[in-house]
T-cell receptor
Framework: DTAVSQTPKYLVTQMGNDKSIKCEQN?????MYWYKQDSKKFLKIMFS???????INETVPNRFSPKSPDKAHLNLHINSLELGDSAVYFC???????????FGPGTRLLVL | GESVGLHLPTLSVQEGDNSIINCAYS??????FIWYKQESGKGPQFIID?????DKRQGQRVTVLLNKTVKHLSLQIAATQPGDSAVYFC??????????FGTGTRLLVSP
């Protein structure tokens, strides 16, 4: 059973398109996160949600909009994709108040 | 600015050797640190963590050492195996469950 799952695993798209990445966790956690990992493996937090409420919103372009329909899901919608958005996007989850975060397998986004 | 970083980008060891991966941090207020292992094509996987009121914590074949005086963190892996080959990240909790990751060290284990 996959604890944190993401779809799709690979996403290749043209510049200017709009795309979404989905994340689901079956761990019963109430906090979920989105991270971006660039080509140099640097991993940086983008957003976090707790019980569907936005907690952390790093300096991320407005083209990125997270949506949490329930506490088991956190989706990431990206408008007007740019070349620099190419990266691996990881979803993670944790229990509120606990520091250990569990990561999904990642979505590899390539913008052409 | 404040950052979490690593001294060595790549560490090559022989199978059976002990490995030491180092990490420097600059935020003296950080009270929680965590090590993750990331294998190729996968997401980061929790290895071990430590709070600032401790200076050492041991797991199965892994030990984390924390030196708050010099703001240094290390991960020791005993009897390194080929399956330990991966990129290792240290991270610190900056509050509100915000993890700030270091740049990563690639560990290569030769049989």
């Amino acid at each position: 059973d996959t604890a944190v799952s993401q779809t799709p695993k690979y996403l290749v798209t043209q510049m200017g398109n709009d795309k979404s990445i989905k994340c689901e966790q079956n761990l019963g956690h109430d906090t979920m996160y989105w991270y971006k990992q660039d080509s140099k493996k640097f991993l940086k937090i983008m957003f976090s949600y707790n019980n569907k409420e936005l907690i952390i919103n790093e300096t991320v372009p407005n083209r990125f909009s997270p949506k949490s329909p329930d506490k088991a899901h956190l989706n990431l919608h990206i408008n007007s994709l740019e070349l620099g958005d190419s990266a691996v996007y990881f979803c993670a989850s944790s229990h509120q108040g606990e520091e250990t975060q569990y990561f999904g397998p990642g979505t590899r986004l390539l913008v052409l | 600015g404040e950052s979490v970083g690593l001294h060595l980008p790549t560490l090559s060891v022989q199978e059976g050797d002990n490995s030491i991966i180092n990490c420097a941090y600059s935020n003296s207020a950080s009270d929680y640190f965590i090590w993750y292992k990331q294998e190729s094509g996968k997401g980061p996987q929790f290895i071990i963590d430590i709070r600032s009121n401790m200076d050492k914590r041991q797991g199965q074949r892994v030990t984390v050492l924390l030196n708050k005086t010099v703001k240094h963190l290390s991960l020791q892996i005993a009897a390194t195996q080929p399956g330990d080959s991966a990129v290792y990240f240290c991270a610190e909790n900056r509050g509100f469950q915000k993890l700030v990751f270091g740049t990563g060290t690639r560990l290569l284990v030769s049989p």
